[in-house]
């Protein structure tokens, strides 16, 4: 059936539902942060999809790998300790000190410059904004693949208010989240939330380690204090502390010679993945004459993760001569940031931003191995001891100009200077003479931006037309006597649409694209000497091309949402990468599929308010839908990701306004499925990470 058939049966069904309810609910106007000043979404000429704080609990979103089931051509894969974000095959498929995500993640406009320390702290939401394609041009970091910015909420001055929201699931799945928002004047306001997440793992370990691999709690707590002084200036000072306490990953061996049953394991190490830090963050806001605004954010970050693992995935394997081994490591990061903006505002026909942006991290790592032990880390006999400086400069702008009632254009340019600075204090095998500690030096700069035309039909109906170009900076490998690697970049052409129908009560945004993907970083092997050393490269470039749309309905009681994507990806010319299940190199042959780029993705959902007197009882379904990805450039079953089909149920009771009790069951039909395919490391074998079974559970949620 076509989508316009879909859209005529939903649009007939629902007007004979209003018959039925004595609600005219409108969709709500969704507005967007990205251009560090509110804009509505229809107004933006990007292909995003934009979650309220209603929707986040309405649809279950309680992590961030949950996101792709609600945003087309999102691919998020979660392992060890790094969650890896692709957005229409562009991103990120490996983790090393010295690489960058090709997403920019931002929390209340701080940027979060690793995939190790995104998800830690997923609580109290006013929106997630998920934009597709380069971003850079008009805040924060540059990006090739998209950006995702989260935003909590500001303190109030005028009520005292909160929350309590408690959800209680099978496998020992606790979760408590309260905010509390205290005026202290007219000026200043307060406002506390925090998280606790206690949840047991879906995986049974029979081994003879003590640990529960998939088992893990979430504490964290954030404070915001708003200060407006006048009401042309405002500070918001921010302060969020995080701590991660786990058993570490169920991963199941591929070659399990016990059980074949995806939830048993049997290990013998003692496992875990601990992670802790803060943030703290203080942004002023000053309103200058003639309609400019200056914006201020500075920002720093500690945090540091610890994690150990069962290297050979048995309860069996003996250390040396056997494959039995216990890896360990530990990764710290500090991270400055600092962003200066300089924008305009008011209604009028030119709307422009200037700024700046510099980011000084630094981030030592130490990967040691246990070849003689196998129940838990004692002694190293393979050390990786490195200390990586990382600073980024850059400057960007971009107008907008509406010449005319129905056209409009926008220009956005950007230049970014990266520099690195790689020490290694120790690594495998004897070190270049002379050399340790060793240390390297990369820069890496580029200039991109972004063309775009706008035309506005009429007041619901927004076409534009965009040509972006975005960077990811090169880095340097670990082995001294191996080159750097240079950088990404991705330029995009796309053709949208914004549109607001049936007098507010249904939006269709649509777009197509394509993108030519060049520097692509990935891992091949080098020889050095006897030994074949792993070696980030810029591989082959690519070609991706696709199409998404994404449909709100509200018809009086019932309410809709429909989001989809196609995509084509394929490497342009040959090349020779590691094979990470033959441990060689190994031809990718011109036209491969590139990692992590589903060639579909569907979600839908619909729901239907029933008045119960005072009272409403709202049953909800929702459907997502993930293609096969691969993990790497070859296909084998080991690194093929399979599509699924994941079904959720949830019945919403709300006896009076500020009580909701809701019912629910994840993955209801219990699809047995591939979450994320790890590969072999030198430090431990790779294996299976499967997705939740069925989950049912309880939530409930009382403002005050």
């Known amino acids: ?353 200037v700024g700046a942006f510099y980011m000084d991290e630094t981030s030592p790592v130490q990967v040691l191995r246990d070849n003689r032990n196998t129940d838990t880390f004692r002694q190293s006999n393979s050390t990786i001891d490195t200390e990586l400086t990382n600073e980024s400069i850059s400057l960007f702008g971009q107008i907008d100009y509406r010449f005319s009632e129905q056209w409009a254009v926008d220009i956005g340019l950007r230049q970014s200077e990266d520099k690195q600075e790689y020490t290694r204090f120790l690594i495998p095998g004897p070190p270049p003479p002379g050399c340790f500690p060793c240390t390297t030096e990369a820069d890496s700069n580029e200039t991109t931006g972004r063309v775009g035309l706008k035309y506005f039909a009429n007041d619901d109906v927004m076409i534009y037309g965009t040509v972006s170009r975005g960077y990811k900076a090169g880095g340097i490998n670990l082995d001294p006597r191996l080159p750097d690697y240079d950088p990404e970049t991705n330029e995009v052409a796309e053709l949208g649409m914004k549109t607001t129908l049936a007098d507010g009560r249904l939006r269709v945004n649509g777009a197509v694209f394509y993108s030519e993907y060049e520097g692509i970083q990935l891992s091949a092997l080098v020889p050095l000497g006897p030994a074949f050393i792993p070696n980030t490269l810029n591989a082959a470039p690519a070609e991706i091309y696709g199409a998404e749309l994404e449909l709100t309905g509200q018809f009086g009681g019932l309410g809709f949402n429909l989001g989809m994507s196609a995509l084509q990806s394929e490497f342009t010319e040959a090349a020779f990468l590691t094979d990470s299940q033959t441990n060689t190199n190994r031809l990718v042959p011109e036209g491969s599929v590139v990692p992590f780029a589903p060639e579909f993705t569907a979600n839908a959902g619909i729901q239907y308010e029933f008045l119960l007197g005072d009272m409403t009882l709202t049953p909800r379904v929702q459907v997502s839908y993930l293609d096969e990805q691969l993990s790497t450039p070859f296909r084998y079953v080991a690194t093929t990701v399979p599509s699924r089909t994941i079904t959720d149920f949830r019945v919403t009771f709300v006896p009076m306004d500020n009580l909701r009790i809701e019912a629910f069951a994840t993955n209801a039909l219990d699809k047995e499925y591939i979450s994320a395919q790890v590969q072999d490391a030198s430090s431990a074998r790779g294996g299976i990470i499967y997705g939740a079974p069925r989950q049912y559970g309880l939530r409930a949620k009382y403002d005050f």
């Open 1 to 353: 059936m076509s989508v316009a058939a879909v859209v005529a049966t939903v649009l007939g069904n629902a007007a004979l539902a209003q018959n039925a309810a004595p609600s005219q609910a409108v969709l709500e106007e969704i507005m967007v942060t990205a251009e560090r000043r509110e804009v509505s979404l229809q107004d933006t000429p990007a292909s995003a999809t934009v979650l309220t704080a209603d929707a986040l609990a309405e649809q279950g979103i309680d992590n961030v790998s949950e996101l792709q089931q609600v945003a087309p051509s999102v691919a998020i894969n979660t392992y060890n300790r790094s969650t890896f974000i692709n957005i229409r095959g562009v991103g990120i498929s490996q983790s090393a000190p010295t690489s960058n995500p090709g997403v920019a993640y931002y929390i209340d406009g701080v940027f979060i410059p690793h995939e190790q320390f995104i998800a830690q702290s997923f609580f109290d939401f006013e929106s997630i904004e998920v934009l597709r394609g380069p971003q850079g041009t008009l805040t924060g970091q540059n990006s090739t693949g998209g950006a995702i910015y989260v935003r909590t909420p500001t303190p109030e001055f005028n009520e005292f208010s909160g929350y309590i929201d408690q959800t209680i699931g099978d496998y020992d799945w606790y979760r408590t989240v309260g905010a509390v928002n205290v005026p202290l004047g007219d000026t200043l306001a307060l406002r506390v939330a925090g998280v606790y997440d206690e949840r047991g793992s879906f995986t049974d370990n029979i081994g003879p380690s003590p640990s529960e691999p998939g088992s893990g709690t979430d504490r964290a707590v954030r404070a915001a204090l708003r200060y407006q002084p006048t009401p042309g200036a405002t500070f918001d000072l921010r302060y969020e502390y995080f701590e991660r306490e786990t058993d570490n990953n169920a991963i199941k061996n591929r070659n399990d010679l016990v059980t074949r049953d995806p939830f048993t394991i049997e290990e013998d190490a003692l496992s875990f993945l601990n992670q802790d830090g803060f943030r703290a963050s203080l942004e002023g806001r000053f309103d200058l004459p003639a309609d400019t605004q200056l914006r201020v954010l500075t920002s720093y970050f500690d945090a540091e993760t610890s994690d150990q693992a069962d290297g050979d995935r048995t309860a069996t394997d003996l250390p040396q001569p056997g494959p039995g081994r216990v890896g360990f490591t530990h990764q710290e990061l500090e991270t400055f940031v600092t962003e200066v903006n300089f924008l305009s505002r008011g209604e009028g026909p030119l709307q422009w931003v």
